[in-house]
Every structure is written in structure tokens, then in C-alpha cells.
């Protein structure tokens, strides 16, 4: 299958609003709101041709609707297809933060993912399919990609999952899991993984590139080697998939063979 060459953009965990309370730190309000829009700089620098934000992007349902307007205006700002897949702090049914505001309304480019059992969104005008599913908040057993229905028709097929990935010393007693071979059996080109705040590839089988993008702003107490980073996603036209690190702000590119690299649990 003939395939063009795309440019995507990965980041999750942007955590909007965590700090949005009459008595929240403002200082961190605006330093979120601010690394949001360089991850948006970066998207038009790099010249993107779709943002996919991997899930928490807002911290909770009770930001101020001031935020709601803030990210749907950077995301308009990008202009391109962007794809939100929610995660456990967005996550989708009832008191979703996405029932709030019409994002929609504000930035025609995006697209939310809402289908607990998964759902398929297509972008013909770029060749390209993005799949995944979506956080209820009600389900401890989630999986995002156990049963995952396989590619699509497009040639460029994408997923989005919010979870953590079964690497070796992984704790089972965790929600949320993501297995290596579920990754695998959904033979997708690229997988944006969230729900992490470090940057890191992982093991995904013959064929499937997976990776968590990490914070491009850590909200843990250690914020010293979290996050600070977004992925630029090459898709090429042979059909291999390169990434790239990208700071945002200060900080050094690092390149697809010098990311970490976690293996599947034993």
C-alpha cells in the first residue's frame, strides 16, 4: 500500500488545571499554561501535520472554565487535526470536564475520543486512522488495548491509550494495565502512549512502535528528569516509523536510537 509521509505530534499529561482553586499556586497555573503553549510553538515549528494528546489533559473535571477556553484557543492556534484521547483525570461519562464547554466550538480541529469500547476516526485528507478507546472513571479493569479490533483501512494507522505498560518489576495489583502483547496484536503503525510522566519507548512488538511522550511539565515532587519533553512522530513512506524528543523549552533533542527503552515484564 502506497503510503505518504506524515509528522505527527505526541504529548499527554498536560494536566490543565491542576492548580485552578481560589487558593491554588498561580505561579504553577501559569507555568502549565505556559509549557502548553510551547508544546503548540513546537507543533508549528515542526511543521505537524496532527497533534495527538494522550490522555489527562486536564487534571480534573472542576478546572475553571477560563482553562477550558485557554487550551481549546492553543489548539486552534495549531490549526491542524489534533485527537484527544482521555484519560483518568478527563475521562469521559458522567461529570466529564469534556460535557462542560464545547471545545469544538472554539477550535474546529479537534477531535475527542468518547467510545469507552474504542472507536475509529478517520483523516482522509492525511491517509491516516487514529483508534482508541476511552476512560470511564468506572472501570478498575480497564485495559486500553486488550481486544483492540486491528488496523483499519487507511494506510497509516494510529493508537492512543492511557495506561501503564507491564514492564519487568511491574506491580499487577495496578490498574489500567497495558501488555506488550496487546500492543502487538493491534498491528498499528504508531501507538501514543499517556499516564506517565517520563519519556520512554516500549516494547511493542514485530511492526508496532509504542511510546510514552512523558509531561511536557512533571507535576511530581521531583520534577528533575520528568517530563519536559514532546515526540515528533515521522511516518515514512517505506513505512518504518522514526521518533524524536523534542525539549519543550530549554534542553537537547534526543534522537529515536537514544530513547529510553523499557522491555515487556518477564
Not at 86 to 96: A, E, F, I, T, Y
Not at 150 to 155: F, I, L, M, Q, S
Not at 178 to 206: K, N, P, Q
Request: with cysteine; hydrophobic share 35%.
Amino acid at each position: 500500500m502506497a503510503r505518504r509521509r506524515l509528522r505527527l505530534l505526541h504529548t499527554s499529561d498536560v494536566h490543565l488545571g491542576a492548580y485552578d482553586s481560589r487558593h491554588g499556586d498561580g505561579v504553577r497555573r501559569q507555568e502549565l499554561h505556559d509549557n502548553f503553549s510551547r508544546v503548540i510553538d513546537v507543533a508549528i515549528v515542526e511543521q505537524a501535520d496532527a497533534l495527538l494528546i494522550a490522555g489527562d489533559f486536564f487534571d480534573n473535571a472542576r478546572v475553571f472554565e477560563e482553562t477550558l477556553h485557554f487550551a481549546a484557543d492553543e489548539i486552534a492556534r495549531f490549526g491542524r487535526t489534533t485527537v484527544i484521547g482521555p484519560g483518568n483525570h478527563d475521562h469521559v461519562g458522567p461529570g466529564s470536564v469534556y460535557d462542560r464547554v464545547d471545545l469544538t466550538e472554539r477550535a474546529p480541529n479537534l477531535r475527542i475520543l468518547r467510545t469507552p469500547k474504542g472507536e475509529r476516526i478517520a483523516f482522509p485528507e492525511l491517509d491516516l486512522e487514529v483508534w482508541g478507546t476511552s476512560h470511564t472513571e468506572r472501570d478498575a479493569h480497564y485495559r486500553p488495548f486488550e481486544g483492540a479490533p486491528g488496523r483499519g483501512e487507511a494506510p497509516w494507522q494510529i493508537g492512543i491509550g492511557h495506561g501503564h505498560f507491564l514492564g519487568p518489576n511491574a506491580l499487577l495489583h495496578g490498574s489500567f494495565h497495558i501488555r506488550a502483547e496487546h500492543l502487538e496484536a493491534t498491528g498499528l503503525d504508531y501507538i501514543a502512549l499517556g499516564h506517565w510522566e517520563h519519556l520512554t519507548r516500549v516494547e511493542a512488538g514485530e511492526g508496532v512502535v509504542a511510546a510514552y511522550s512523558g509531561a511536557p511539565d512533571a507535576l511530581s515532587g521531583n520534577r528533575k528528569g520528568h517530563g519536559g519533553h514532546v515526540l515528533v512522530v515521522d511516518l515514512c513512506e517505506d513505512g518504518s516509523v522514526r521518533l524524536e524528543a523534542v525539549p519543550v523549552g530549554e534542553g537537547d533533542r534526543i534522537p529515536h536510537d537514544q530513547l529510553p527503552y523499557l522491555p515487556a515484564m518477564d
